[in-house]
């Protein structure tokens, strides 16, 4: 290869891999503008992530554990983040041991509607009631207790199962300039969704981050609960779909 040649071909090989360059920090910048990158205005609901939930406990959600990390990570991505906290009374209604001849997962009719009856869980005070310990949001400023009026059960984290006691968060995000919230922990199929659809009740957009969570699905409720949760305009969305870094 005569000289000129040569020079003309390290010209082009140089051009070549700048374009290469440029078109790989496109297409990340492309990536990257797709993504949803969470603002002042959106807010975490860690839903429910106790010990009683988690695989040992009294109430286990089958891998109910293995979210933590994820949560932890995804939490560093958000200024306001919110738990929520089980947080039942030694003879609460929704037990089973407080029925004669019920067992866990049958269900009653209470004045409220029907009440699936659980086994005992997250007792006020107890250890099974404390959030599981590998959690770590040190930015979270806010935990909502729910479930402890001994006569009414509470799954989501705005309203209690009357459908009409509230526990005061949707008025604390509002005060705090909240537009959307995104939602994980457990179970998708009952605090999760319930707490997603009250959120759209009470005008907030509402973002379900589905592999943040994990699920009972008793007799098919978490396809219920997805479906619901769709009509109702909760959109559903992966981990994956949040700018994290």
Known sequence: MDRITRRKFLIAAGA???SALLSAASLRSALAAGKIKPTDSDALLVIDVQNCFVPG???AVKEGDKIVPLINEIAKAFHNVVLTQDW???DHVSFASQHSGKKPFETIELSYGTQVLWPDHCVQGTEGAAIVSGISIPQAELIIRKGFHRDVDSYSAFLEADRKTE???????????INRVFVCGLATDYCVAWSALDARRFG???EVIEDACRGIDLNGSIAKAWDQMAKAGVKRI????LELA
């Open 204 to 206: 907030f957009q509402a």
């Open 57 to 59: 406990g009294s109430l």
């Open 16 to 18: 070549s891999g700048a």
């Open 167 to 177: 526990t005061g968060l949707a008025g604390y995000l509002k005060g705090r300039n």
């Open 88 to 90: 039942h009374t030694p």
């Open 238 to 241: 992966q981990s994956s779909d």
